[in-house]
């Protein structure tokens, strides 16, 4: 079920009320009905992978409950690396099987030798990296001694399932969310009213601006062969926008949708676009990846410990599994690959780190040093997504020879010039509102607040009436594929 359906609008309300006004009394209740929402929700897609996720539950709570009773330090790792092959196994299989097999056929061909293969239809799961991760930090975590495991299942099957975030995150920790459904919930006004809001700003991110990108950059990147290589950069320009818009905003509603019931889901995005560097950026990226990444591959490597080179591979290795991550194919490799090459002059060259601080947030206008910084950080983002949108490694390659050659210097030509001149100008307005609320949780939390009611008001219709202006056919989530 997509947040941007009819489907999802009708079914989000019958879940509130049933939330509140049905189920209010018991906690266990309440928990049941959250369970049973997020299996439905799921269910819309294909109900046959339900399977997955509830053996997933199943294993990682009581492999959570072994542990807590198991002093032998062999017998814990063991239970420890039962866990990890289980939900990894299940991932490589759905995810990464034909591409380990085709690689594995291809290197022998290379050799001269001639295999036969069959590569298996498989289709992936929605949601499975995910979720996947999610139970993983769960057992991880009991292992370290650092959470104690839940004895109610229903209240893990509603932590690893909880359909605002099931599906493409943010990813959480069982330490941050496993207790909320543990705590009796009352309904808070005040913060049902902030939900709504960020919902709001995130449908209009995904329906006014990512899908109205997508138009361009589906023709550009499909028919590349066709255009200038400075139209092409219109196309790498507008999908570096859409990617953030669809992602942050799938994360908008689905935080915003979280406290609607009484939760608090982690930030998965503090305006990226707004990176001094390449450090910077990948800390304010999809957080709840990244810090997944850091605390249970890249800390236990050795971190940022050590000689340079040892740093060095730590980093090209952590970026590599991140683009891994995101898909079975070449192109995500490379991309990450690029991504730690990218970084390593700040571990290369700046030992201390001077760069850490964020953008100046106390004034409007950012110094010269650090426009010139995020125009650098963004300019990089712009070419190397190009591998990210690419059908596979060859066509992002020829997809920047392209923006490098001559035709780079000529006028674009394309249809619908006027349509992008507008979407420009609504990018441009949705940045700007972007970095006046970059101190905040999210762009408009406390955007037009100090506006007269009606103002204010007028703010939220129009918001509301381009996403209705802009609606057509709904648009699946970019990241629903990995």
């Known amino acids: ?49 339900l399977s997955l996720i509830f053996f997933s539950t199943c294993i990682d709570y009581c492999i959570g409950l072994a542990l807590s009773k198991e002093q032998d330090h062999f017998k814990r790792k063991l239970l420890l690396w039962v866990s990890i092959c289980v939900n990894l196994g299940l991932l490589g299989f759905f995810k990464y099987y034909n591409f380990f097999l085709e690689n594995f056929v291809n290197a022998f061909t290379a050799f001269g030798a001639n295999l036969r293969y069959s590569s298996l239809n ?33 209240s893990f099957m509603a932590f690893v399932s909880f359909f605002p975030q099931l599906v493409a995150g943010p990813i959480e920790r069982a330490k941050k969310l496993l207790p909320q459904f543990e705590t009796t919930r009352v309904f808070d006004f005040e913060k049902a009213k902030d939900g709504l809001k960020q919902a709001l700003w995130g449908l209009f991110k995904k329906m006014v601006i990512a899908d109205n990108c997508a138009r ?111 898909g079975a194919a070449w192109k995500f490799i490379v991309y990450g690959f690029i991504n730690a090459l990218y970084f390593l002059p700040l571990i290369i060259w700046r030992p201390k780190r001077t760069d850490r601080n964020d953008v100046n947030t106390n004034h409007l206008i950012p110094s010269r040093a650090e426009f010139i910084g995020m125009v650098k950080t963004f300019a990089f983002l712009v070419l190397v997504r190009v591998f990210f949108r690419a059908d596979n490694l060859q066509t992002g390659v020829s ?30 307005v949705f940045m700007s509102i972007e970095w006046v609320g970059k101190t905040n949780e999210y762009a408009i939390e406390q955007f037009a607040v100090t506006w007269k009611r009606s103002y204010r008001w007028c ?15 709904p648009q699946q989530f970019i990241y629903f594929q990995f």
Not at 134 to 153: A, C, G, H, M, V
Not at 409 to 423: C, G, H, S
């Open 1 to 49: 079920m997509l947040f941007n359906s009819l489907d999802f609008a009708v079914f989000l309300p019958i879940v509130f009320i049933l939330y509140w006004f049905v189920c209010n009394r018991k906690l266990g209740v309440q928990n049941t009905l959250l369970v049973i929402a997020s299996y439905m929700f799921y269910a819309w897609w294909d109900w046959r992978f």
């Open 122 to 154: 498989i289709i992936l799961p929605v949601g499975i990296s995910f979720y996947t991760f999610q139970t993983l930090s769960y057992t991880i975590d009991i292992y370290r001694k650092q959470l104690e495991p839940t004895k109610n299942f229903i």
């Open 216 to 326: 361009f950059v589906d023709e550009f990147f499909g028919h590349y062969e066709a255009y200038s290589g400075s139209t092409l950069l219109i196309g790498a320009f507008f999908f570096t926008i859409q990617i953030y818009c669809d992602f942050s905003g799938y994360s908008d509603i689905a935080i915003g949708v979280s406290r609607l019931f009484g939760f608090n889901l982690s930030k998965n995005f503090a305006f990226p676009y707004f990176a001094k560097n390449i450090a910077q950026f990948w800390r304010r990226w999809h957080m709840s990846l990244t810090t997944w990444f850091r605390d249970y591959v890249y800390i236990p490597l050795g971190g940022n410990q050590g000689t340079k080179a040892f740093q060095i591979r730590n980093t090209i290795l952590l970026f590599v599994l991140i683009g891994f991550w995101h």
């Open 399 to 428: 997809y920047l020879s392209k923006i490098f050659s001559v035709s780079f210097f000529t006028v674009p030509e394309f249809a619908n010039r006027i349509d992008a001149i507008v979407l420009f100008i609504v990018i441009l």
């Open 459 to 473: 703010f939220y219709y129009v918001l509301v009436c381009c996403i209705f202006y802009f609606y057509a056919k």
